[in-house]
C-alpha cells in the first residue's frame, strides 16, 4: 500500500476548514462532542497507521477521521481507545455531523461504507 498516515497538523487543517463551513447546528453539536484528536486502534485497517484520529465522542460513538480512504466517519466503540467499527465513508466533518444530527432526530442511521470485500466484483 502506497499511503503516508495523515499528520495531526494535517488533521487540524481539516478539521479548521470544515468549523468554517459549518452551519449554526452542526456548530453546536460538534462544540458539545469534540475533543482534542486523538489516535485510537482499529483492528482491521488501522494498524499500520498506528491507528486513527478520533475528533469527538457522543456516548458509545466516536467520530474518526480515516486517512486510508480521506474521509470522517462515526463508529460504536466499546472499550476507550478501540473503535469497534471500520467505516471508509470520504464524508467532510461537517457532513458526518449533519448524519450524527440525524441519527439522534431520528434514531435511525444513514448509509455507510465499509471494508473492502474479498473476491471477484460482478459488475453484472
Given amino acids: 500500500m502506497d499511503w503516508t498516515p495523515i499528520t495531526e497538523s494535517e488533521l487540524w487543517d481539516l478539521i479548521l476548514a470544515a468549523e468554517a463551513r459549518m452551519e449554526p ?10 475533543i482534542a484528536p486523538h489516535k485510537w486502534h482499529e483492528p482491521s485497517y488501522g494498524m499500520e497507521g498506528g491507528g486513527f484520529w478520533v475528533v469527538g465522542i457522543i456516548g458509545n460513538t466516536v467520530i474518526w477521521y480515516n486517512d486510508i480512504e480521506d474521509g470522517f466517519n462515526q463508529s460504536a466503540y466499546s472499550d476507550l481507545g478501540t473503535i469497534g467499527e471500520y467505516w471508509c465513508n470520504q464524508d467532510d466533518l461537517e457532513h458526518t455531523l449533519v448524519a450524527l444530527r440525524y441519527r439522534i432526530d431520528t434514531g435511525l442511521t444513514n448509509a455507510r461504507a465499509g471494508g473492502p470485500v474479498p473476491g471477484q466484483y460482478n459488475a453484472g
Avoid: I, T
Fill in 25 to 34: 447546528q452542526e456548530a453546536r453539536l460538534w462544540e458539545c462532542v469534540r
